[in-house]
DNA sequence: CCATCTTTGTGCACGCGTTCACAAAGACAT
DNA sequence: ATGTCTTTGTGAACGCGTGCACAAAGATGG
């Protein structure tokens, strides 16, 4: 019988095995001591936990370059995951297939939404449409919500959401970056000076922030 | 001189008033007691820190479904980025325009990189490739990555790697849905039953998980 | 100039997630 | 059987982020 011993798994995941231990042991899963963990039956309930065992249908509102994307991609149905529907508001797209779906109209929405069962809705339509989708995807049964759209969604206790804004990653990213820089300026003073390190052009006084700076 | 209190910031973010002043505090003291912060310096300091008064080039490897999405998105530029070059490794797609910038050959990458001043990076390529991608990426310079691949990239340290992982966000809802569910269940037991809700089909000993249970 | 009122900045305490450390469980050899 | 050795499961301690509560700062009005 192949076996894990939780100082394995949390040295290949980079956790600390005694929290990897005390996680397993929420899911009432049963290790041996002396051995490990039974390495199908640890994948098999943790599948299951996660609600991997399930076959979700989605449906995928605003089929523009990113919902198209989206569509398109294989990763999901390894995933527990099935493209319902695609819906959208242009009538000149309804009926044209998009990765091998019919493109749907959104006066069909409530109707797309109960005949499939569908409990998940993804939405990447324009930012000003989004709430409007949202309130007809809840209204029709939804009950979760992955939102591409760079808004802030209002939604009923219950419906839950999740918000994806790539551009939030980016400026993640960017606001390490020019704090990397900052710290070799600072070492500078004190070490031999690093090579030096590519800076982005600051935007100055015009950029689309305010450069009012007040004493 | 227009002016916002903690409080009302609070309430409109939905956070504690307290904490909210606590963050403002490492900024430093821009605050006037009894008034308030003046909303454009506030603004103004809150952009500077975050990087959003510098305008950063990045590039975008693997320009397929997702990456032709990416680069035709409008929302980056608002945010302090510029798309400065496209790389695909297909020598069809070599010269041809996506979102009026013409896609490169992987081959000039590290030239691309250099003569931008690129340190940022996103991958939107093949799992397989996005290794290999990082690699190279790293190598001509670029120290923060964006990546889209569903797989973990190793970099050396001083490079910064954030995840994009679809199907996970999908994940934790249908994790979430799941768990709505049971509790529905449960509290049918000793409450009126609530409206059915919609489970999706069990994939049953079939799916793409293991499906031995071991006593 | 003083009183009052508003709002900031922050010390302190609370709660929660993480980590440590170890007793107990079980495998395995003798 | 008995002892040794490995690894689990978890009580207890630790650390950190969050929220409370209030003194100090400063505006504002009399
Ligand atoms: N493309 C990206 O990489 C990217 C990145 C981050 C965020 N986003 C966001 O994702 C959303 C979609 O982006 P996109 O680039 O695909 O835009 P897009 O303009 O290419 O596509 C939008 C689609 O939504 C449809 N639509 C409009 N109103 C609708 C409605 N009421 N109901 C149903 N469909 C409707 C349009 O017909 C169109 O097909 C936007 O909110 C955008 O800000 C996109
Ligand atoms: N499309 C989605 O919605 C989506 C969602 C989640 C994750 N992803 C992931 O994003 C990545 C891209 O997805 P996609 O749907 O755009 O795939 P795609 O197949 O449409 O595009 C991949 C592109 O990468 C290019 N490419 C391949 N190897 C390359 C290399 N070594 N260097 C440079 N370019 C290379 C290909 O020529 C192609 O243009 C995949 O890893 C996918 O798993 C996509």
């Known amino acids: 019988m192949p076996t894990v011993s939780s100082e394995e798994l949390a040295a290949a995941a980079g956790v600390n095995s005694a929290k990897l231990r005390k996680d397993f042991s929420y899911l009432g899963s049963y290790g041996t001591r002396g051995v ?3 390495v199908e039956y640890l994948v098999y309930q943790i599948s299951r936990e ?11 509102v605003g089929i523009g370059n990113l919902g198209a994307a989206l569509a398109n991609y294989g990763g999901f149905a390894s995933r527990g995951f ?3 529907a695609l819906i959208d508001a242009d009538p000149a797209m309804a009926g044209k297939p998009v990765a091998g779906i019919p493109v749907q ?8 939404i109960q005949d499939n069962g569908v409990s998940i809705g993804v939405i990447a339509t324009p930012a000003g449409a989004a709430q409007q989708v949202c309130d007809r995807l809840v209204a ?5 919500i992955l939102n591409f759209a760079p808004t802030v ?3 009923p ?3 839950d959401v999740r918000k994806v804004d790539l551009s939030i990653e980016l400026q993640i990213l960017a606001f390490h970056e020019q704090r990397k820089a900052g710290e070799e300026a600072a070492a500078a003073d004190t070490a031999v000076a690093p090579a030096a390190r590519r800076q982005p052009a600051d935007k100055g006084p015009d950029g689309d922030v305010p450069a009012v700076m007040p004493a």
């Open 50 to 60: 996660l609600g991997l065992t399930q076959d979700w249908p989605v449906v995928i």
């Open 82 to 84: 099935r493209v319902a």
């Open 36 to 38: 490990g963990y039974d």
């Open 153 to 155: 969604l209002n939604v």
């Open 105 to 112: 109209h959104t006066d069909d929405l409530e109707r797309i």
């Open 140 to 144: 029709a049964g939804v009950t979760s």
């Open 157 to 159: 206790d219950g419906v």
